[in-house]
């Protein structure tokens, strides 16, 4: 079964850093790009970031550029996303997403999602 | 800025009604649209990709149509399991934008 998973929710407190995982499975990790969605409480879908864990390319949305920082590891099949210093405005759930195969008409959509992360930033 | 505008935001309907929204892209995007439904609680899950083709599993009542800078994601049969918020996306360069989401609701 193609599913990622990811690690379990986190409470932080502002100015603390954190990593978050996104881990693959049942399909070759290296040949797909991993997004990162945010979704704060009550509201819509905010894409923060894309990376290609078989080379590490990394391209990040402008609002999110220098706030965050993606990453992967192929060796263990596992996405991360991480912040240095957190704020409570970083209180939400964040979910990880496979794009669709290169060179297929799935290209441009993410066709399996991670289940989240509830991020939760609170002094 | 790239911009995707989907309404209504809210929606009403009742089982068995025929359900239509919009999204609206600030540039040509071609056929390059997804949609996707999330239930409250859950993650989203694809429907639709490439404007008009069905994800595996997808009942059939769900279609897209559109392209360019108009598309409508319509369920000709509103069943219970549907009343969820749907996102149009696109994928442009390197850079992902939802629509603002549409809920649609028991009337």
Redesign the interface.
């Known amino acids: 079964e193609v599913q990622l998973v990811q690690s379990g929710a986190e409470v932080k407190k502002p100015g603390e850093s954190l990593r978050i995982s996104c881990k693959g499975s049942g399909y070759r990790f290296t040949s797909y790009w991993i ?1 990162w ?1 945010r979704q704060m409480p009550g509201k ?4 923060m970031g ?1 990376v290609y864990p078989g080379d590490s390319d990394t ?1 990040y ?1 402008p609002s999110f550029e220098g706030l965050v920082t993606i990453s992967a590891d192929k060796s263990i099949s596992t996405a991360y996303l991480q912040w240095n210093s957190l704020k409570a405005s970083d209180t939400a759930m964040y ?1 990880c ?1 496979r ?2 195969g290169v060179g297929t ?7 399996i ?4 992360t509830m991020v939760t930033v609170s002094s | 800025d790239f911009q995707m505008t989907q309404s209504p935001s809210t929606l009403s309907a009742s089982v068995g009604d025929r359900v239509t929204i919009t999204c609206r892209a600030s540039q040509s995007i071609g056929s390059w649209l997804a949609w996707y439904q999330q239930k409250a609680g859950k993650a989203p899950k694809l429907l639709i990709y490439k404007a008009s083709t069905l994800d595996s599993g997808v009942p059939s009542r769900f279609s897209g149509s559109g392209s360019g800078t108009e598309f409508t994601l319509t369920i000709s049969s509103l069943q219970p399991d549907d009343f969820a918020t749907y996102y149009c996306q696109q994928y442009n360069s390197y850079s992902v934008t939802f629509g603002g989401g549409t809920k649609v609701e028991i009337k």
């Open positions: 997004g969605v819509g879908l905010e894409w894309i391209r949305s979910y997403a794009r669709g008409p799935k290209y441009d959509a993410f066709d999602w991670g289940q989240g």
